[in-house]
Structure formats: C-alpha cells, structure tokens
C-alpha cells in the first residue's frame, strides 16, 4: 500500500521560499512509469496542479513555473519542492500524490501553509 | 488551458436515489478525464480514471461515462458516506480541475 507524507514550515513570510518535502513508502520513484505529483488547495476553494515528476523529467504548472522546482531523493523516498516569492496569496494546504495508476491515484494528508507578515 | 465547468455547483438528493454530476470540458479531452471525492478535513480521494476506469477499493455504485467535451459521473444509489465534494480533473493537456459540485443529503 502506497502511503505519502507532506512536511513543511506551517508559517512563513512573504518573500520567502517554500522548502516542502514529500516522503512515501510502499512504492519507488527507481521503478519506470512511477511518478508523483503537487497539488495545492486554498481554505474552501479548489485544486490546483502544481508540478509532477516522472523518471527524470519534471514538469511544471505553465502559470508558476518560474517559482517551482520538484526534485527526489530517490534513497531516501522523497520528492522536494521548493515555492519561492511566496505570498498570503499561496496560503494553502499542499497536497502530494502518487500518480499510479492514474494521476494523483494516492494522496498524503496535507500540510497547511500560511504566509502572513 | 483547458477550463473545466462542473455542474451542478450543489446537489442535494436522497438515500437510494440516482445521481449524477457532469463535467464539461471547453475542448476535447480525448477520455483523459478522473473523479475526485474530498470528503470534509480529509484529501481528495480517485474514484474513477480515463473516464470510466473504478480505482480498486472503490464501490461498484460509482460510475463514469463520456466522451468529447461531456463526462458524468454516476452514483446508482446514494449513500450517507456518499456526502462529499466531487471534482473533474482533465489530463489531456496542462491538468486542470474543475470547481466541484458538493453534494448533501436532502
């Protein structure tokens, strides 16, 4: 059974960077065809792709692009993301997924991100 | 990108009834089209893939059709457990979801 773990900061400033990170077990990113996902979620509001990777390409959400980087660990079992320019408007809960079978097949259970000053 | 247009925003129905939710997307998305069900607090959870593909451990009442730019999603006889908010998700390009429909018991 596939299971996914977000952590992360909780809180930050405005203009920082959002270090994320992803940790999973029951599965490998080494296997081919074997990817994992970042979706967002404001409070009461939808969802929101962010970025994917698969085998060793990665893929971004065209309007944020810019502000995203996704990379693993492949030891370790974790997928990284890193936010940057972050702003009270990207407070939201951030999603991981597996995306095995089918896209965003199994999710973690979120972590909440708040920026405030 | 491709807009995704849910409807109805809210549903309200009754233990045992028929329902179903659509989904229409604003050009083909080739079948590349999943349902998500996020229960209140909870993630969002795959109900059904590529249109009409049942993830494992999901019960046999959910199901989904379409083609071209209209998909439904189907529940044959609504549950308790059913209560949830149901979005569309489109693969066939940049992924994009649609706004969800909640649906309540009435």
């Known amino acids: 059974q596939v299971t996914l773990k977000e952590s992360g900061p909780g809180m930050l400033q405005p203009s920082q960077t959002l270090s994320l990170t992803c940790t999973f077990s029951?599965?490998?990113?080494?296997?081919?065809?074997?990817?994992l996902s970042w979706l967002r979620q404001p409070s009461g509001k939808g969802l929101e792709w962010l970025a994917s990777?698969?085998?060793?390409?990665?893929y971004y959400n065209p309007s944020l692009r810019s502000r995203l980087t996704i990379s693993k660990e492949t030891s370790k079992n974790q997928v990284l993301l890193k936010f940057t320019s972050m702003e009270p408007a990207d407070t939201a809960t951030y999603y991981c997924a597996w995306d095995y079978p089918a896209s965003f097949a199994y999710w973690g259970q979120g972590t909440l991100v708040t920026v405030s000053s | 990108d491709i807009q995704m247009t849910q409807s109805p925003s809210v549903l309200s129905a009754s233990v045992g009834d028929r329902v179903t939710l659509n989904c229409k997307a604003s050009?083909?998305?080739?079948?590349?089209l999943n349902w998500y069900q996020q229960k209140l607090g909870e993630a969002p959870k795959l109900l059904i893939y590529n249109t009409n593909n049942l993830q494992t451990g999901i019960p046999s009442r959910f199901s989904g059709s379409g083609s071209g730019t209209d998909y439904t999603l189907t529940i044959s006889s609504l549950q308790p457990e059913d209560v949830a908010t149901y979005f569309c998700f489109q693969h066939n390009s940049w992924p994009t979801f649609g706004a969800g429909t909640k649906l309540e018991l009435k």
């Open positions: 029951g599965t490998s990113l080494s296997t081919s065809n074997m990817g």
């Open positions: 990777i698969w085998n060793n390409d990665n």
């Open positions: 050009q083909n998305i080739n079948k590349y």
